[in-house]
Antibody, heavy 115, light 110 residues
Framework: EVQLVQSGAEVGKPGESLRISCQDSGYTFSKYWITWVRQMPGKGLEWMGRIDPSDSYTNYSPSFEGHVTLSVDKSISTAYLQWSSLKASDTAMYYC????????WGQGTLVTVSS | QSVLTQTPSTSGTPGQRVTIYCSGSRSNIGSNTVNWYQQFPGMAPKLLLYNTNLRPSGVPDRFSGSKSGTSASLAISGLQSEDEADYHCAAWDDRLNGYVFGTGTKVTVL
């Protein structure tokens, strides 16, 4: 079964940079957009944006544009979500998913930002 | 920040039918299909219904969906204890040019 496998939990300090990943274990990486979703503790789901792996075209939610960067490395079928300057409010679970398919989401990456 | 509004919680006894509602606007539910996700504590969301009323392989047929105007609903018939979870609606929003999720509904089986 095709799977999206995310990198492990991360702890960072305010102002630090951080990158988390989402690797496709199948053979369809470039076929569908990869979406990133945030879930803050005890809260609902928020669409952050998406990236087309075939050409790296991105589409961000206004709520996240300018604060995060989406990218891909096609050679290793991996998508990335990156922060250049973390804030305490970035503490959340982050999921990657291919929303245009019925495939399972990634298992999630917990990011904790604390001084 | 959620654009789609859901009742925060609902409950039912085993065997009962419960319905979850999702209210949006013309630019999202009014113009596009709706997806529903089921999420258990500590787990990633799982697609429950797509294109408003289609079930992915493995989803029981007691889950059904519908849409009318700018609102959508998810019905669970024959409620079972394993249905206790959070449920999220979602749709593409043409005005925002992005995907929007509902506020989420917690279903409790009494």
């Amino acid at each position: 079964e095709v799977q999206l496998v995310q990198s492990g939990a991360e702890v960072g300090k305010p102002g630090e940079s951080l990158r988390i990943s989402c690797q496709d274990s199948g053979y369809t990486f470039s076929k569908y957009w990869i979406t990133w979703v945030r879930q803050m503790p005890g809260k609902g789901l928020e669409w952050m944006g998406r990236i087309d792996p075939s050409d790296s075209y991105t589409n961000y939610s206004p709520s996240f544009e300018g604060h995060v960067t989406l990218s891909v490395d096609k050679s290793i079928s991996t998508a990335y979500l990156q922060w250049s300057s973390l804030k305490a409010s970035d503490t959340a679970m982050y999921y990657c998913a291919r929303l245009a398919t019925t495939e399972p989401w990634g298992q999630g990456t917990l990011v904790t930002v604390s001084s | 920040q959620s654009v789609l509004t859901q009742t925060p919680s609902t409950s039912g006894t085993p065997g009962q039918r419960v319905t979850i509602y999702c209210s949006g606007s013309r630019s999202n539910i009014g113009s596009n299909t709706v997806n529903w996700y089921q999420q258990f504590p500590g787990m990633a969301p799982k697609l429950l219904l797509y294109n408003t009323n289609l079930r992915p392989s493995g989803v029981p047929d007691r889950f059904s969906g519908s849409k009318s105007g700018t609102s959508a609903s998810l019905a669970i018939s024959g409620l079972q204890s394993e249905d206790e979870a959070d449920y999220h609606c979602a749709a593409w929003d043409d005005r925002l040019n992005g995907y929007v999720f509902g506020t989420g509904t917690k279903v409790t089986v009494l």
